[in-house]
């Protein structure tokens, strides 16, 4: 039990750590983004305006994502693991990939390499959404189990 106390630990911390990433990208997003327009001519094709809205929207559901994977964390921490809030949570998390996908994906209109990252965390939304669903099954097994005599 040790071993699963220290991974969910290091999970919180990385949880932690990426959240405080999230907000010093975004408190430097203008920074950022002039040295990307100094780097690429693509970019600055765009302008500076659609990359700050892009990563200002994107913000927003790469934050409620990190929130609900610690509480998540939290949960699972405390032996709560095939309970209801999990699978709601889990759902909550695929729709943030499936919301900040989109974002990419429509970002690609101006910038073309939004459209992987796009992809992938679509993909990735895919994903949290089968771990979902095998562990709805999961709770519907242990509340039947639970009312077996």
Known sequence: MLNDDK?????????????ALLLGCAAMAPALVSRLLG????AKAAGQGPFLATLY??????????ISLFLL???????????RENVKC??????????????????????APWLPIGIMAVFMGIVV????????KAVALQDDADFTI
């Open 73 to 83: 964390l939290q949960r699972i921490g405390r032996g709560n693991v095939f309970v």
């Open 129 to 136: 959404r089968v771990i979902k669903n095998v562990i709805a």
């Open 39 to 42: 780097l690429s001519a693509l």
């Open 90 to 111: 889990l759902c909550f998390i695929s729709w943030c990939f499936f919301v900040g996908g989109l974002v990419c994906l429509l970002s690609s209109l101006y910038y």
């Open 57 to 66: 929207i994107g913000t927003i559901p790469a934050a409620a994502l990190l």
């Open 7 to 19: 991974s969910i630990l290091v999970s919180k911390i990385s949880v932690i750590l990426f959240m």
